[in-house]
């Protein structure tokens, strides 16, 4: 298996722009899970899907941030505008389990 | 809220030393905490899981130990190597909370000089 895989690994955009990140998880893997990474924060939890439903989007900071699932294997995670405060390295995870975790490579996103 | 600090944020030893990295929680309700290795450009890789009835954990030359009570634990590295050079990061779920809902220290930058 390939493991998570994301797109674009970089991402270069001028404020107000759309954003929309792309995640395939591992096959088999019934949980997604989206994380940002800042120097400020660290990493934190963004929203994660069981069978393809979010179960928590607590994390996801605004109504500019959204998510979707539409199949197993696909999931996007969408900015609309964005900002230069959401210039971060975003994860996505999947898991076959609670505990055990497989992170993609991230998105590098710079809000310009 | 749960908080999770991690001490030192850079290390930087010799190849072939013993090293300890540390992590402490606020709430010591937790479920499970994770050491995870970050490397430049790279996703997370899971190194060990300790389950909140268990002390610790080994994997090849990596220790992790938990000590709930105190809210503390520790990832020991026997005989560091360059390849062990890399942001080793700790995590906790915390009891009651989401599956995906892990509390990440911001890391211990880790290097290892030939």
């Known amino acids: 298996d390939a493991g998570v895989i994301q797109s674009p690994r970089h991402e270069v955009t001028e404020m107000g722009q759309e954003v929309t990140l792309r995640c395939k998880p591992i096959?088999?893997?019934?949980?997604l899970f989206w994380y940002r990474q800042t120097m400020m924060r660290g990493l934190e939890l963004l929203i994660y899907?069981?069978?393809?439903?979010?179960?928590?989007d607590s994390g996801m900071p605004e109504d500019r941030f959204s998510a979707k699932m539409p199949n197993a294997s696909f999931s996007t995670l969408k900015i609309q505008p964005s900002e230069p405060r959401d210039s971060a390295v975003y994860f996505c995870?999947?898991?076959?389990?609670?505990?055990?975790?497989?992170f993609g490579p991230g998105t590098r996103l710079t809000v310009t | 809220k749960q908080e999770v600090t991690q001490i030192p944020a850079a290390l930087s030893v010799p190849e072939g030393e013993n090293l300890v990295l540390n992590c402490s929680f606020t709430d010591s309700a937790i479920y499970n905490l994770q050491w995870f290795r970050q490397d430049p450009g790279k996703g997370l890789t899971s190194l060990l899981l300790?389950?909140?009835?268990?002390r610790e954990q080994t994997s090849g030359r990596l220790n992790a130990s938990l000590d709930k009570s105190s809210g503390r634990s520790t990832l020991y590295i026997a005989a560091s190597q360059p390849g062990d050079s890399a942001t080793y990061l700790c995590?906790?779920?915390?009891?009651?909370?989401?599956?995906?809902?892990?509390?990440f220290g911001k890391g211990t930058k880790l290097s290892v000089k030939p």
């Open positions: 995870a999947s898991s076959p389990f609670p505990g055990l975790w497989y």
């Open positions: 096959s088999g893997h019934d949980y």
């Open positions: 995590a906790v779920r915390p009891w009651g909370g989401s599956q995906g809902n892990l509390i």
């Open positions: 899907f069981n069978n393809n439903v979010p179960i928590d």
């Open positions: 300790i389950q909140s009835s268990q």
